[in-house]
């Protein structure tokens, strides 16, 4: 049976579009909404392996290593999805200059972590800010896409 141009509607429920199943062999359960980067692949092949990204622990082979968001809680020894795009609401975002101002990853707490303000050095970008706001803001997670204003 073919799929019947009708039946085809927007994306409308999800926040997200391109996903992935991933392991998790850090030791650690990766919280949702952390920002992940590609660590290889398990032992039989059949998944990408991922771990937070530590901009400040990063190994020069891993700085350019494809980046997505843990689009649920990825358990330690267990699979879970990360995604290239996702939508973080009801965020503090007030620390922002304007709509469209860049996420950067942290240079300091929890690896994975993003900030609004840019930190030292050169920071890296990934996501921007749809709304402005201290307590209702959003911000766009997309780490691949490398958005934003300088």
């Known amino acids: 049976m073919a799929i019947k141009p009708r039946r085809i509607k927007a994306n409308t429920t999800t926040d997200y579009l391109d996903s992935w199943q991933v ?49 649920t809680k990825i358990p330690n020894g267990g699979t879970g999805v990360a995604r290239e795009n996702y939508i973080v609401t009801n965020v503090n975002t007030s620390a922002a ?23 030292g050095g050169s920071p890296t970008k ?12 959003v911000v766009l997670l997309a780490p691949q896409a490398r958005v934003g204003a300088a």
């Not at 530590?54 to 843990?70: R, T």
């Not at 469209?100 to 690896?111: D, Q």
């Open 23 to 71: 392991m998790n062999e850090t030791g650690a359960d990766i919280e949702k909404g952390k920002i992940v980067q590609i660590s290889g692949v398990n032992s039989s092949g059949a998944f990408l392996l991922v771990k937070p990204l530590d901009v400040g622990a990063a190994s020069a082979a891993l700085v350019d290593a494809p980046k997505f968001v843990a689009g």
């Open 97 to 119: 200059a304007a709509v469209g101002s860049p996420v950067f990853a942290a240079l300091s707490g929890a690896a994975g972590d993003w900030v609004i303000s840019a930190p």
């Open 126 to 137: 990934v996501g921007i800010v749809l709304k402005k706001d201290a307590t209702t803001g």
